[in-house]
């Protein structure tokens, strides 16, 4: 007897995020360079458990939202607000230096595209995953080793391998490591920018598989950027559609994807943009 599953799509699932009070909320958020525009008067709420998929061509504003949201690039205006477990709702700019760093460690995680940014390349793979525990006042050796074994597999990672620094593991792999380090905190909320981008397709297949399994078992918010439709179709529950700094469309992954209203969506999705 066969039994057949039916797969649902994350935008499917939204309904079960429910109506819980907002996780991350950004108002009228701007970001300037001078002259040159990166992002203008974005507004969304992220809900716990939701995967929200950033989508645009390049130079749309993507890494700017996303680098302004998370604390790494302060705004020109606009506010940035983030349910802390130590203060509650919170303006995250408004915060001291040290309070930011210490909700960014605890709370949140940041995968970048290209590992060598988010790794630290002189230390092991292994010391790389228990790095943010110790950073959060662990210091029982044989503990933090027991975590990180479990999330090297739990990546799918040779754990004989813990030992080995992050320049003998492929992309791939660094990009597990990596994924591992974001995750081994038990955050609330993880930036990703093109955490699949670098690599080759049948790899990214296989990343993308692992990091959906990784989000929906943990109940993990995300921001997701990437300029992949099939990667935002599988991950994200909402997209977001950016061009020159503004958001054009917003919706159900689902709705943006086979429906798009906006005429920049349209020609995103039936891929006749370069991007
Ligand atoms: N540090 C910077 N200084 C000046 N201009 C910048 C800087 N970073 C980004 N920009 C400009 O801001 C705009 C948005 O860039 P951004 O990198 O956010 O786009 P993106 O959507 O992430 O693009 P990509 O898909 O190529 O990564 C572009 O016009 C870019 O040239
Ligand atoms: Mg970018």
């Known amino acids: ?12 699932a939204v309904a ?8 991350l909320r950004v108002s009228n958020l701007s970001k300037w360079y001078g002259h040159v525009v990166g992002c203008r008067d974005v507004s969304f709420e992220l809900r716990p458990g939701e995967v929200l998929g950033i ?28 349910d802390t477990s130590r203060f509650g709702l919170a303006n995250i700019y408004a915060l001291n230096e040290p309070d930011r760093r210490r909700m960014q460690r605890e709370e949140w995680g940041f995968v970048h595209q290209n590992p ?8 092991s793979g292994g010391a790389n995953v228990a790095e943010p525990l110790m950073n959060l006042g662990n210091r029982h050796y044989g503990q933090m080793r ?3 074994l479990e999330w090297l597999d739990r990546v799918e990672l040779d754990t004989s391998r813990i030992d080995d620094k992050p320049r003998n593991f492929s992309g791939g792999m660094q990009q597990r490591i990596q994924v591992a380090r974001n995750l081994i905190h038990g955050p609330r909320l993880v930036f990703m920018d093109e955490p699949t981008g670098g690599l080759d397709v049948s790899v990214q297949a296989r990343l993308l598989d692992l990091l959906r399994e990784l989000v929906r078992d943990l109940g993990l918010a995300v921001i997701i950027v990437t300029h992949d439709m099939a990667v935002a179709r ?42």
Do not use: C, W
Not at 116 to 123: F, K, P, Q, T
């Open 1 to 12: 007897m066969t039994t057949a599953t039916i797969e649902r799509s994350p935008s499917q």
């Open 16 to 23: 079960e995020i429910g109506q819980a009070p907002p996780l």
């Open 55 to 82: 989508v645009g061509e390049s130079g749309s504003g993507k890494t700017t939202l996303l680098n302004a949201i998370s604390g790494r690039l302060p705004p020109t205006s606009g506010v940035v607000e983030f």
């Open 116 to 123: 060598r940014d988010g790794l630290r390349m002189r230390v």
């Open 146 to 148: 027991r975590a990180t």
């Open 234 to 275: 599988l991950m994200a529950h909402r997209l977001i559609v950016m061009k020159s700094g503004y958001v054009v469309e917003t919706g159900l992954t689902d709705q943006v994807l086979d429906d798009p209203q906006h005429p920049y969506s349209q020609l995103l999705v039936s891929s006749v943009l370069q991007i």
